[in-house]
């Protein structure tokens, strides 16, 4: 069965820190890689998506990912963080239209970013 | 937010009492989806549907269902709610029909089960 792991359940950074939040995932065919970001009280959003093409992904707010097959994974990445970032963010992979294209998602990882 | 809405957004209700919440969109998309988040879990797929009065079972379907009558509402029911239930319900759609388009998510209703 597919799986996603994200390692980090919580980090805690300070402003114009470096970020990088760990995603490997349990797949061995095609897959389609998405980080979403949920702010505290709100729904998801999309920050940024892979399915094919360049493996480095920039996304929205900064953000960018990087697919590497060999590991199976895809970290989200920002080079400076803003108190605004703090959040909660969710890996999520699908492959193909199995199931109707569901995601699987992470357990999610929690940002607090100290002023 | 891709036209979604859901409600009612905050439901208490008690062990054993049917429960439906709605989803509603308004640009005729034909995938969408409910999904629980939980913590520790991220989010899971209990439903999905296709079409109008095309749907499946996601991972955790056991003690709902689901009706598509109409191509913008999806709704889903606890036939009869238990504490296992409590939790945030999510609602999205996909904007295409390749697993590659986007699933856009509603503003969640946050249940409570008594």
């Known amino acids: 069965a597919q799986s996603v792991s994200q390692h980090n359940h919580h980090v805690i950074l300070s402003e114009a820190a470096s970020l990088e939040l760990g995603c490997n995932y349990s797949?061995?065919?095609?897959?389609?890689l998405f980080w979403y970001v949920q702010y505290p009280g709100q729904h998801l959003q999309l920050l940024l998506k892979?399915?094919?093409?360049?493996?480095l992904v920039k996304g929205i707010k900064g953000f960018e990912a990087e697919f590497i097959k060999s590991k199976f994974s895809f970290n989200l990445r920002k080079p400076s963080v803003q108190w605004s970032d703090t959040a909660e963010y969710f890996c999520?992979?699908?492959?193909?239209?199995?199931?109707?294209?569901?995601?699987?998602f992470g357990q999610g990882t929690e940002l607090s970013v100290k002023p | 937010d891709a036209g979604i809405t859901q409600s009612p957004r905050h439901k208490v209700t008690e062990t054993g009492t049917p429960v439906t919440l709605r989803c509603h969109q308004t640009?005729?998309?034909?995938?969408m989806y409910w999904y629980r988040q939980d913590p520790g879990h991220g989010l899971r797929l209990i439903h999905y549907?296709?079409?109008?009065?095309?749907?499946d079972k996601g991972e955790v379907s056991d003690g709902y269902s689901v009706s598509r009558s109409k191509t913008e509402d999806f709704l889903l029911t606890l036939e009869s709610a238990t504490s296992s239930q409590t939790s945030v319900y999510f609602c999205?759609?996909?904007?295409?029909?390749?697993?590659?388009?986007?699933?856009?998510f509603g503003p969640g209703t946050r249940l409570t089960v008594l």
């Open positions: 549907s296709y079409g109008v009065k095309d749907t």
């Open positions: 640009e005729n998309h034909r995938y």
């Open positions: 999205a759609i996909r904007t295409g029909l390749q697993s590659t388009d986007t699933q856009y």
């Open positions: 892979y399915f094919s093409g360049d493996p």
């Open positions: 999520a992979v699908n492959a193909g239209n199995n199931q109707g294209g569901k995601l699987i």
């Open positions: 797949y061995g065919g095609t897959v389609n």
